[in-house]
């Protein structure tokens, strides 16, 4: 099995020109494929809605496929944008999802915030509150801000060509690799059946 460390990149944006998802793919463009295995999920709008009563085994496959990937990753990197003051409620859903498997628990987990200053302080300190709960390990150092203009954004690749932001991209994702190897021998989810 391969040594890269694997990153799973979750946007809370359903968008298909968002500022969230764009960065998430840059970071998949970014890393050095030996260094980082970066995977983008693009499941969430086939989630159902969380329901307690639907948290049992057959699962839909769509719940599923998301804690495969959670399990199967060494992180996670996040990226959403505010609505309302909050999380957009179908990354809130995905969270949710998140808790009953179990899989996020200690996992190295971060988030690349595409606003300008001062937006989506809310958002990002909800997001802080739920990830608490999930029991997921926040890596303080490759949290970041990266603002995305719109006109930033390559709408045929769907990625950032800002060097600035690729620049700090990578600073971030260096940050999450430091973290997953300082403590591999106990995380390592390298297994028969690990999807990744
Ligand atoms: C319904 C709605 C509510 C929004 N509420 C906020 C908000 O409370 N705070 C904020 O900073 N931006 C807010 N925005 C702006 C979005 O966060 C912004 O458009 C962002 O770029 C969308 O992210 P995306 O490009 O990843 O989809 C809102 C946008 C929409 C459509």
């Known amino acids: ?9 979750i946007s809370g944006s359903l968008r298909a020109d968002s500022g969230s ?20 999920y693009f499941g969430m709008g086939a989630l159902p809605h969380f329901n307690p009563d639907d948290d049992f085994e057959p699962l839909d496959p769509a719940v599923a496929e998301l804690r495969g ?5 060494d992180a996670l ?45 809310g958002a990002y300190a909800a997001l802080r509150v739920v990830l608490g709960y999930t ?9 970041v801000r990266l ?12 990625t950032v060509a800002d060097p600035r ?9 260096a940050a999450l690799v430091a973290a997953v190897k300082a403590e591999r021998p106990a995380a390592d989810p390298s297994a028969a059946g690990n999807p990744w």
């Open 1 to 9: 099995m391969s040594e890269a460390v694997r990153i799973a990149l």
């Open 21 to 40: 998802t764009a960065l998430l793919r840059t970071v998949a463009e970014v890393v050095e494929p030996e260094v980082v295995t970066a995977r983008v």
């Open 69 to 73: 990937l959670i399990a199967g990753a």
């Open 77 to 121: 990197l996040f990226s959403t944008p505010e609505y309302a003051g909050g999380l957009p409620g179908s990354f809130k859903n995905l969270l949710d999802w998140s808790v009953g498997g179990n899989e996020i628990v200690d996992k190295p987990t971060a988030w690349l915030n595409p606003a300008a200053p001062g937006r989506a302080e």
């Open 135 to 143: 029991g997921a390990r926040v890596v303080e150092e490759a949290c």
């Open 147 to 158: 603002p995305v203009r719109r006109d930033a954004i390559d709408t045929e690749a769907g």
């Open 165 to 173: 932001v690729r620049e700090g991209l990578r600073d971030a994702v």
